[in-house]
């Protein structure tokens, strides 16, 4: 079964990364991880540290000669911005953050031991473990990819970088959506026979776990939410030349839990990054007095690299669901 695990914090020496399960024989180049990596750190929006970190992995184990060998595959990204140590406490906690409930779960006296993990930054880990499971998914012409479709209120791309300057000019931030797009995925990944092996609930926990995702839609669901059944299902067809095809994809290529064929397209709705330079009005942990939130670092907005780390945690969930179809070693 392919399976993973993350560690590190935001400003900890560094993010390390398990993945169990990829079968042997498969070829990694190191850079088409620091690609997606890199994809990760751009777009429009993007806070100051995308200038000091440059991701990098280094692949310390599950590899021998360029090629997996059936063992763990554990991965190391370094953090140039290595200063937990030297930080200072943070007591102010941020509306709309893991802060306070981090703090309420934990009972901790700083929020600082909670915004460490739950920073977006942990996703870096996830992008590199996506990035080794698209490499297992284009050998069999499994292609995925992601764009973003509304950024603030408004979808053309000049409006979007003109509401991203508007909002880094009031010390606002901004959400929006993203879609990821996989093509050629086989039917019958997944099942109906248990509500765990469903393959959208699957890639809809996957797309939920990004931080700052409120909202999945696989298909067109919200839109034939409101129409009748007669204009929403995908009609069935036949040819020779095409097989079982369809000539809509109102479903998102996923029915009754399991894919049908068609193109897989999942859309993540992202909330305004939580960390606003103005600072909202929260209470002091320990005097429990009104005051602003604290600031870190961050973005104005970050919706293409949620969609980034969408294709990687997409691109998993394909590849685990491939593997428990089609087996692998």
Known sequence: MLRFLTAGESHGEALVSILEGMPSGLKIDAGDINKDLKRRQEGYGRGARMQIESDQVKILSGLMKGETIGSPIAILIENKDFSMAELPAVKNPRP??????????????????????????????????????????????????????????????????EKINEAAKSKNTLGGIFEVIIKGVPPGLGSYVHWDRRLDAAIGRALMSIPAVKAVEIGNAV????????????????????????????????????SNGEDIITRGYMKPISTLMSGLNTIDIDTKKQVKASTERSDVCAVPAAGVVGEAVSSFVIARAFLEKFGGD
Request: glycine share 12%.
């Open 96 to 161: 709309g953050h893991a802060d306070m409930t981090g703090i309420l779960k934990y009972g901790f006296k700083d929020a600082r031991c909670v915004l460490e993990r739950a920073s977006a930054r942990e996703t870096a880990a996830r992008v590199s473990i996506g990035a080794i499971c698209k490499i297992l998914l284009a050998e069999f012409n499994i292609d995925i990819f992601s764009r973003v479709l509304m950024i603030g209120g408004v979808k053309s791309e000049k409006l979007m970088k």
């Open 223 to 258: 839109e034939c939410s409101a129409k009748p059944g007669s204009e929403v299902h995908d009609e069935i067809f036949y040819s020779k030349e095409k097989g079982i095809y369809r000539k809509t994809n109102n479903a998102g290529g996923v029915e009754g839990g399991i």
